[in-house]
């Protein structure tokens, strides 16, 4: 397996336009997170699902904010409108349950965003 | 509500040293999972190491061990033979069973000639 996929690796938009983090979790893993990084607030969670189902999205900052898993190898997270404080670096990570000797915990190598 | 404690925000040792980076969590589960991510400049995230609840031998990997006391709620990283290579940022993070991924604020560690 490639890993968590993520794209693009980097991302500068003009503030106000839509901007799509699209991430491949690892093939067989029933967990996906959405994590964000900046100095200020460290690594914050921002929503994560379950076999494509969201289960907690209270770390989602705002309505400008949202994540779709349409199927169990592909979730986006979409920031509509955006600002130049969402400029972070943007994590994916997927985990799997379905083995207790095999759970672990995968991250894909980021998306830094800049908005100006 | 799951909480994971770094208190050494910066650490610094010599190479070839031995260096522990300190982690605690709180929970009422019984079974989870622990994990210690390397995050070195280039931003990756790294798994080194992780560590099942329900096994009581401390897991290894190469140069890096953990001390997982459960009973303690604590989960440190101990690093042999520090390299140059080992410089980044080291954060803890605990996984219950469905439910999600939480980390601690990171320690930042300095391997120094």
């Known amino acids: 397996d490639a890993g968590v996929i993520q794209s693009p690796r980097h991302e500068v938009t003009e503030m106000g336009q839509e901007v799509t983090l699209r991430c491949k979790p690892i093939s067989g893993h029933d967990y996906l997170f959405w994590y964000r990084q900046t100095m200020m607030r460290g690594l914050e969670l921002l929503i994560y699902?379950?076999?494509?189902?969201?289960?907690?999205d209270s770390g989602m900052p705002e309505d400008r904010f949202s994540a779709k898993m349409p199927n169990a190898s592909f979730s986006t997270l979409k920031i509509q409108p955006s600002e130049p404080r969402d400029s972070a670096v943007y994590f994916c990570?997927?985990?799997?349950?379905?083995?207790?000797?095999?759970?672990?915990?995968?991250f894909g190598q980021g998306t830094r965003l800049t908005v100006v | 509500a799951q909480t994971v404690t770094q208190s050494q925000p910066e650490m610094s040792v010599q190479e070839a040293e031995t260096v522990t980076l300190s982690c605690t969590y709180d929970t009422s589960e019984s079974n989870y999972y622990l994990f210690w991510y390397k995050q070195p400049p280039s931003r990756q995230m790294i798994l080194v190491i992780r560590q099942e609840a329900y096994k009581q031998q401390n897991a290894t990997e190469n140069r890096f061990s953990v001390n997982f006391q459960k009973a303690a709620k604590s989960f440190s990283l101990k690093i042999s033979d520090s390299q140059l290579g080992d410089t980044a940022m080291y954060f803890c993070?605990?996984?219950?069973?469905?439910?999600?991924?939480?980390f601690g604020t990171g320690t930042r560690l300095q391997v120094t000639l």
């Open positions: 990570a997927s985990s799997s349950y379905d083995n207790l000797a095999n759970t672990e915990a995968f």
């Open positions: 993070a605990f996984l219950p069973r469905a439910s999600k991924l939480t």
């Open positions: 699902f379950n076999n494509n189902v969201p289960i907690d």
